[in-house]
């Protein structure tokens, strides 16, 4: 290819902030000063090419120090990588996160999803001046929720919740908020100190920046047993274990990972889905920030039982304390020997990076999350091929969520059998519940499966004073609600399934009287319509029809409405690529039949 | 694995599965829907071309494949020994009128083959959504995650001016489909040139240049590859363009002419396309074998000294 690119330049802190991610250029053609070497050696080609997967970071740099990303530095990225000014524009405006036009360097990202709008959250049209709209925030125990970014060298990041409208305008005025509520504040249960909690066990009783703490807690034994039991040993336990993913799909954890360790191809790639953005949903959030080195050491695991030697944890952008505390614990693992090579003198060599996601939700789909992270836009592939065999960079790849990662640790440490002890025939082991709304205390609660919907509501101290109960969200907005009179439904994968619900990622947003369920709706079609990738037609435009049909009928309710509104969930389920757009009309097709939203 | 004897050419075994009841034997590595063609069946598509690796992104083409949850796009799924295909259910009926519904209600269609053909088999009608929305200026500065929230007194589209920056050819991307054949035929699988790209994020999905440039100020080298491949006339020459608006465009009386570029010694095909004696525009057939359908800016624009004719 002959790159061309046009005459706008990118200004010294532009430069700095691209060279802070690749170094700087060595010649001519990627944008450095010629010199004498230029006339003898080229680095171009393949070379250049297989940096590609350095664009997403590279961009997050710029936009990190400048705030936004100019036509300057799109053409010296282009130079330095080697790739199309037009493909970086089609990367970089895919992501919600990023700007293509001059703005301020404060952004003030106001929730105004689900549960932050049941919780008394602003709406899209009552923003103050300066702040704009965001997506759910995965701080839904602390309603309603605001991301504060302000560029610069280094850029800070910061989440408030609770935050009032007052807040919020002096936020967009420049006042900076102060630090966030310790992650124990979202696992109500952890506060019992006699409580047994196991994913969360570790939760405010440790410090989530001390590696040492972490091993005094039985940090890392999980991985000196894995290492002893070998990688069909680990694979044999997770097999017996009947574990399935909890990012929401429910595949047999152990088969994956037989499954790729199978595989002829190599290398073998693991990555850790943490890009949570389902609406509701923070419980991978909470393990992050709480505990961040069981991830690490759980993605040594799953490398190593998969012969993977190079992991990545794609982490939602919207996170920053999640992002700096498994950072921390990535660089502390290094220091002491449990990353890199010949880890615990097993042989076994890993290195893990984090990649930052950067505002779309359809990047936590398995294979959008590839073409991520190879730096294309964050479409997803058609399958199959399935990631096990064709994945990252083309080669064999494990995804997982990071809650099913982490159960790995205790099935590895205890034994398979005595996890699939746990929970029901069809749902084996503990499962997290992401419960928000108008709940006593909201937060992450860890069980065993098979408790009901009741008596997990109660488990959060029931409904919150002055509240009744109006509907209850299964699963997020990919999910799909349930009324007051389902309370004794079992939270297992199979009650839910056979009730024509789901549990997804482990949603239960609880709504009260006061909520507009109409309201709602609207903002689940307007969340599909903005996370739509836009690839195929029946999720491109499926979702845009169906905001535009809900508006309607939230004017007036017509019978050819509802009719066409079944017809659109049917071909979005039917024909589109990925689950999105599949799932894109299950929570208002579960609103409109089991709660009779738009009854006449 | 067996071991198979491959000589200069690959050995191809063949895979035997059921389609629409009947049984049917294609070559390993073809598709559901060339294993439909052979058997004479027809199965609408949009976005497939014969020379681009096909994205299924239009789903038009959806067929049952048993045993799979959802509907598979038999244009880009392989057959597998056993499959047992539907092509002609209530589900994938269903699927194909509304996909037609909802191109049909954002795209302007008037261009795209077989269409109104297809709208009236599959009964489908993409005006039942509700009024047109007013063409809009602002498409290509759309807000990535962020729109004006429907209030459904209209029906969003693509509709949008013209984008006419040179004088060969012009992008109409009221008629885009988004099927990314040109952005493919630009970059990695044809032209390598990468002028344009897929930007923007759900329906405000566009073909665009870096920040929208003007073609003139992009790596654009005017091949035309783009246009050649280009199923809904989103992309055409500025003298058909120019035509078209003048009314003088008459498809039905042109005549089509191939012949071999006189410009260079790769020796493309060409085939001109003739009305009233004057070639309006040029194209190449996507099966030959020297460059199946690409071209050059001489090859495919380079016609005019033919028809400087002495005053």
């Known amino acids: ?405 982490v159960n790995v640790l205790s099935i590895v440490k205890d034994g398979g059998a005595a996890y699939a002890a746990l929970g029901t025939d069809g749902s084996k082991g503990r499962k997290l519940f992401c419960l928000s709304g108008a709940v006593a205390k909201p937060g992450i609660y860890e069980v065993e499966f098979g408790i009901t919907l009741r008596q997990l509501i109660d488990l959060g101290g029931g409904m919150r004073n002055g509240s009744t109960m109006q509907a209850i969200l299964l699963g997020g907005a990919a999910g799909g609600f349930v009324g007051p009179n389902d309370l004794d439904l079992p939270l297992t994968m199979e009650a839910t399934r056979a009730a024509g619900s789901s549990l997804g990622s482990g949603v239960v947003m609880v709504l009260d009287q006061s909520v507009d369920m109409v309201d709602q709706l609207r903002r689940i079609a307007a969340f599909f319509r903005d996370e739509s990738c836009g690839q195929c037609v029946p999720c491109r435009v499926g979702t845009v029809r169906q905001e535009e049909i809900v508006s309607r009928l939230a004017k007036g309710v017509q019978s050819q409405d509802i009719e066409l509104l079944r017809e659109l969930g049917t071909v979005m389920r039917d024909a589109s690529i990925c689950g999105l757009g599949q799932t894109a009309n299950s929570a208002i097709d579960s609103a409109i039949n089991k709660l009779k939203v738009f009854a006449v | 694995m067996s071991t198979q004897v491959t000589t200069g050419l690959q050995v191809r075994r063949s895979v035997q599965l059921t389609i629409d009841d009947q049984s049917v034997t294609v070559a390993e590595g073809e598709t559901i829907l060339s294993a439909c063609r052979t058997m004479g069946k027809e199965i609408p598509t949009l976005c497939f071309g014969d020379t ?102 209209s029906v969003s589209n693509v509709l949008q001016p013209v984008k006419i920056d040179n004088e060969l050819y012009v992008r109409d991307y009221s008629k885009c489909i988004m099927c990314y054949q040109c952005v493919d035929a630009c970059g990695e699988q044809w032209q390598n040139t990468f002028a344009i790209g897929v930007a923007g994020r759900g329906f405000d999905i566009r073909i665009s240049t870096e920040f929208n440039v003007d073609l003139t100020d992009s790596a654009c080298v005017y091949c035309g590859n783009c246009i050649q491949v280009c199923p809904t006339g989103a992309l055409m020459f500025t003298s058909e363009y120019n035509m078209r608006e003048a009314g003088t465009w008459k498809e039905e009386e042109q005549t089509q002419t191939d012949t071999i570029c006189p410009y260079c010694g790769v020796g493309c095909a060409l085939t001109l396309h003739v009305q009233d004696n004057e070639i309006v525009k040029v194209s190449s057939p996507s099966d030959h074998s020297v460059t199946h359908g690409n071209l050059c800016i001489k090859g495919r624009f380079g016609f005019q000294h033919v028809q400087n004719r002495a005053e």
């Open chain 1, 1 to 405: 290819m002959d790159l061309k690119v046009n005459s706008s330049v990118a200004t010294r802190d532009e430069r700095d902030a691209v060279d802070s991610v690749l170094g700087t250029p060595t010649q001519y053609t990627q944008g450095g000063t010629r010199g004498e070497q230029d006339l003898r050696i080229s680095r171009a080609g393949e070379a250049l090419r297989n940096l590609r997967h350095m664009l997403l970071p590279t961009l997050h740099a710029v936009n990190d120090r400048i705030g936004w990303i100019s036509r300057g530095s799109i053409n010296y990225i282009a130079q330095q990588l080697d790739v199309a000014p037009a493909e970086i524009y089609g990367v970089a405006s895919f992501y919600a996160l990023f700007s293509m036009t001059e703005r301020p360097k404060r952004q003030v990202h106001v929730c105004i999803d689900l549960a932050c709008r049941a919780m008394g959250g602003l709406k899209e049209d009552q923003l103050p001046e300066g702040t704009h709209p965001s997506p759910c925030l995965g701080t839904c125990e602390r309603a309603p929720a605001v991301l504060v970014i302000e560029a610069g060298n280094p850029a800070r990041h910061e989440i408030l919740a609770p935050a009032t409208p007052e807040q919020i305008k002096s936020l967009a005025k420049g006042e900076w908020p102060e630090a966030e509520a310790t992650v124990v504040s979202a696992t109500p249960q952890a506060q019992d100190t006699s409580s047994k909690l196991v994913l969360l066990g570790r939760i405010g009783k440790v410090d989530p920046l001390l590696i040492s703490d972490y091993q005094k807690h039985g940090g890392f034994d999980a991985l000196r047993k894995a290492i002893q039991i070998g990688a069909t040993g680990v694979i044999d336990e997770v097999n017996t274990s009947g574990l399935v993913g909890r990012g929401g799909a429910a595949f047999p954890t152990g088969r994956k990972w037989a499954a790729v360790a199978g595989q002829p191809a190599f290398p073998h790639y693991s990555i850790c889905n943490a890009d949570e953005s389902e609406p509701g949903t923070f419980k991978d959030r909470v393990i992050m920030e709480g505990d961040p080195f069981a991830l690490v050491e759980a993605m040594i695991i799953a490398s190593f039982a998969t012969g993977s030697e190079q992991g990545f944890i794609y982490l939602r952008g919207e996170y920053p304390r999640a992002i700096r505390n498994v950072q921390h614990a990535i660089d502390e693992s290094k220091k002491h020997g449990f990353l890199g090579d010949n880890i615990l003198g097993s042989g076994f060599n890993f290195n893990l990076t984090i990649v930052r996601g950067a505002g779309a939700y359809i990047c936590g789909e398995e294979t959008a999350i590839f073409n991520s992270i190879e730096g294309y836009r964050g479409e997803p592939r058609n399958k199959p091929p399935f990631p096990v065999e064709v994945g990252v960079f083309g080669k064999p790849t494990l995804v997982n969520n990071v809650e099913t990662l």
């Open chain 2, 52 to 153: 681009i690796t096909p994205k299924n992104a239009c789903r038009v083409c959806m067929v049952e494949v048993e045993g799979s949850r959802v509907l598979v796009p038999s244009c880009s799924r392989k057959v597998e020994p056993g499959m047992v295909v539907r092509t002609d259910t209530e589900r994938t009926d269903h699927s194909r009128k509304l996909v037609l519904e909802l191109l049909g209600s954002s795209v302007d269609l008037s261009l795209t083959k077989n269409v109104a053909r297809w709208n009236t088999e599959y009964e489908a009608e993409p005006t039942r959504f509700g009024k047109p929305a007013a063409p809009t200026t602002h498409r290509d500065d759309a807000t990535t995650g962020h729109h004006h929230v429907a209030d459904g007194s």
